[in-house]
């Protein structure tokens, strides 16, 4: 039995050291670490220059954005070693209803988890 889950993201300002990116790209298409990837394999990394040192990421592509990410904070903790300035979030909803995420800065890495709140502005407040 398996965990399905849908993969989306959110980029703000997200800039990277294009050549990290390749190497990103190449870790996570390499059979030799079939065991610690999944739903990130072959995962394709757009960039608005490639051939320049530092670039803005346009989108963050893999295979399929419904899959198996057991790979989730992996694929984070590379992105962020890639990451040079701005930030990344990249969420996840099970095919249990269950959400979460990671917010991924230059070097860092925050696990984000959802939770229920009242947003109404007429709703007492003790």
Sequence with gaps: MGYYSNFTYY????KVDT???QELESFF??????NDISGFLNVA?????????????????PEDDYGKFYD??????KLS?????????I?????DGISW???????????MSTQWVVDDPNYPID
């Design 101 to 111: 995420g990671y917010r991924v800065l230059p070097n860092e890495v925050y696990t």
């Design 45 to 61: 990394i757009d960039v608005d220059d490639i051939d320049s040192e530092i670039a803005t990421i346009e989108d963050i592509s």
């Design 29 to 34: 298409s390499n059979e030799e670490n079939d």
């Design 11 to 14: 980029l703000e300002s997200a």
């Design 19 to 21: 050549k990290k990116v």
């Design 72 to 77: 989730d904070h992996l694929f984070a903790e």
């Design 91 to 95: 969420y996840f909803v099970g095919e």
């Design 81 to 89: 070693a890639a990451l040079v300035s701005g930030l990344i979030e």
